[in-house]
């Protein structure tokens, strides 16, 4: 290995020593932590799930941005098109099919979380202990749609039940019920 001159670190040793310094450092310091608005521990109150009808927001402003582009094209139709040009008019075009996407799937969501438990509870046939829902969408015009996962209320629990419920009318979309196949003897 060729001599490094004097006033050049030796670039192995302080790779070495930083590899070192990593294996030194305690689990704790190497841990990953929540960020504090996504940490569910501080979380005081309900939980309100957010509105697909928010949608809606910037469907206006792309509306607005669209239309703006269509009279700005029509108003320089005939100067010479050097900013505003046929693109302009593709983008108005392309942004109010975009604000009018926006408008139709911007459905309310009228049956909440816990209605959809409600909901799903009655349909399974037996007592409920453990349950969750999450919202998903379904179709071209994403319509909202809970999924709601319930076990029975032994332990273990006996029983499971998978419902799809309309969040926007409460429809029982789907329904199964079945004996409980995962094995808990261990637990």
């Known amino acids: 290995m060729p001599e490094q001159p004097a006033d050049e670190p030796d670039r192995d040793r302080d790779d070495a020593d930083d590899a070192g310094d990593d294996a030194g450092a305690s689990e704790a310091e ?14 005081r109150g309900p939980y309100r799930f957010p509105d697909n009808s928010r949608r809606r927001i910037p469907g206006a402003l792309y509306l607005f941005l669209g239309l703006l582009c269509i009279a700005g094209w029509a108003l320089r139709r005939g100067d010479d098109p050097v900013l505003v040009n046929n693109g302009t008019l593709a983008a ?16 309310r969501l009228v ?9 799903a509870t009655r349909q399974a046939g037996f007592a409920v202990g453990h349950a969750s829902a999450q919202l998903g969408w379904r ?49």
């Open 139 to 187: 179709g071209l015009r994403s319509r909202p749609t809970w999924r709601i996962l319930s076990y029975s209320s032994e332990d273990p629990p006996r029983q499971r039940a998978f419902a799809l419920i309309d969040a926007v009318d409460g429809e029982v979309l789907h329904k199964l019920v079945e004996d409980n196949p995962e094995d808990w003897s261990q637990l």
């Open 92 to 107: 108005g075009v392309a942004l109010v099919a975009i604000a009018l996407y926006c408008f139709a799937a911007g459905w």
């Open 30 to 43: 190497l841990r990953d932590e929540l960020p504090e608005e996504l940490d569910v521990t501080g979380l």
């Open 111 to 119: 049956v909440d979380e816990k209605e959809a438990l409600v909901i």
